[in-house]
């Protein structure tokens, strides 16, 4: 059977190495990116010269009528997905709250929250036994932020991420009777460029002597921990969450 993967925000970072890694588990590998179309087009590339299929996507994940059309043209293209990543998200310059504003903490909800709940949605009627689907398997990607509450510096960062945990959690008990796993991934003081959007691109270099591990974590590692909860080795396994944070 034919196996089809979708990773939102796919173009740099985990998300990158998430469909790099799909690519050579044998997926069809939907990378799906905002605005960065010549990143995606290199995941895309790379993925295909190395003899697996992947295509890129165009779409932004916050809004209703994009993720229905994307979804559209996936199913036209590769046919209906069997995995999801929830893995597009944002993070904004640090701040307390008290610094905050109404414009801001909407953003960031819906872009790390909303965009999940929409894909997810898609996902669920062409997976779910329900709607005559096959299966299939949902990682959304949180952050150890959502066990830290990151003071001082992204709180309402931290405040999606557990609100996805929650969603997580919810949708793993909602569909486990229909032949979807949905499980969440932790990543922490990974080297990715989202640390220079808040405006502190060393930031893992800064912290990393204080993990247990002493190490800051790499895009790879993380994609090796959603592979695994995607495929069949993980079968048992719902509503629960892999941490990859050196230990913290």
Excluded at 19 to 47: D, P, R, W
Excluded at 85 to 92: C, F, R, Y
Excluded at 192 to 210: F, Y
Aim: charged share 20%; proline share 2%.
């Amino acid at each position: 059977m034919s196996k089809t993967i979708l990773i939102t925000g796919a173009s740099r970072g985990i998300g990158a190495a998430t469909a790099l890694l799909a690519g050579e588990q044998g997926y069809n590998v939907c990378v799906n990116y905002l605005k960065n179309s010549k990143a995606a087009m290199k995941v895309v590339s790379t993925i295909n010269d190395r003899g697996g299929k992947a295509m890129a996507y165009q779409a932004d994940v916050t809004d209703e009528q994009e993720v229905i059309r994307l979804f559209q043209k996936i199913d036209t293209d590769f046919g209906h997905i069997t995995a999801l990543v929830n893995n597009a998200g944002i993070l904004e310059m640090q701040s307390r709250v008290d610094a905050l504003t109404a414009e801001r903490v909407l953003r960031i909800l819906s872009s790390n929250v909303i965009s999940c709940f929409l894909c997810a949605r898609e996902a669920i009627k062409r997976m779910s036994a329900k709607y005559g689907g096959n299966g299939g398997s949902i990682v959304n990607i949180s952050s150890i932020a959502a066990r830290t509450g990151s003071p001082d510096e992204y709180v309402d960062y931290a405040a999606s991420k557990g609100a996805v945990d929650t969603f997580t959690l919810g949708l793993a008990k909602e569909v486990a009777g229909e032949g979807i796993r949905v499980n969440g991934v932790r990543p922490g003081f990974i080297y990715t460029d989202i640390h220079a959007d808040g405006g502190e691109p060393g930031r893992v270099e800064r912290i990393k002597n204080t993990l247990p591990m002493q190490r800051g974590g790499y895009p790879e590692e993380v994609a090796r921990a959603v592979l695994w909860l995607l495929s069949d080795e993980a079968s048992f396994s719902t509503g629960t969450f892999i941490d990859v944070t050196g230990g913290r």
